[in-house]
């Protein structure tokens, strides 16, 4: 949305405000096109998939599974731990990262495509605002869908008991979404 309103105000275009090209697919699609059913299960049900580790968002990770009696697992590297085996600092291969979203019965995250993946899959989830990585994609990702109340900008924010589910509502303006973006494309390229 940031995006389509920097247009308009400098370059005086109007431009269309569609989805995330990753938003195209469906969670069956995904599954199906990268076979991430044959992939080994994850090693827990709540995945953290966080891009700016601090020892903060580790232990809010941790409450957040305490809380939901979940186990939490992690699907990144540690890219930029010199001090970690080479091993660990390799990004897992996609199926892997899939087969996260697949397993999980929660998401925490800082990462954009994390929420778009969240979402895709049916996942409740936490989304740590990210201000570093463009804060306001979070913002307009999560208004398209009525989920603000997934996204935190303060670790007092988070609340045990609330709901950060995926709403039906949601999945409706997805498919309208989803069609206004295909037909977009459709008829512009």
Not at 54 to 76: I, Q, S, W
């Amino acid at each position: 949305k940031s995006g389509q309103d920097l247009c308009q105000k400098n370059l005086g275009i109007n431009a269309e405000h569609l989805l995330d090209p990753t938003m195209l697919l469906s969670k069956e699609e995904y599954i199906s096109a990268f076979k991430i059913d044959q992939e080994p299960k994850s090693e827990g049900n709540l995945m953290a998939y966080i891009l700016d580790f601090t020892e903060e968002k580790r232990n809010f990770v941790y409450k957040v599974a305490k809380d939901k009696k979940l186990t939490p697992f992690t699907v990144g590297a540690k890219i930029d731990d010199g001090k970690a085996p080479m091993e660990e600092r390799i990004q897992p291969r996609l199926q892997k990262w899939l087969r996260g979203f697949y397993d999980a019965e929660f998401v925490v995250t800082d990462s954009f495509h994390a929420c778009v993946f969240s979402i895709l899959f049916g996942k409740p989830f936490v989304a740590i605002g990210n201000a570093s990585r463009g804060l306001s994609r979070f913002e307009s990702l999560l208004s398209l869908f009525d989920l603000h109340k997934n996204l935190i900008s303060d670790f007092s924010h988070y609340r045990e008991d609330d709901d950060y589910a995926i709403s039906e509502t949601s999945y409706q303006k997805l498919d309208q979404w989803r069609e206004k973006s295909l037909t977009y494309l459709k008829n512009n390229l």
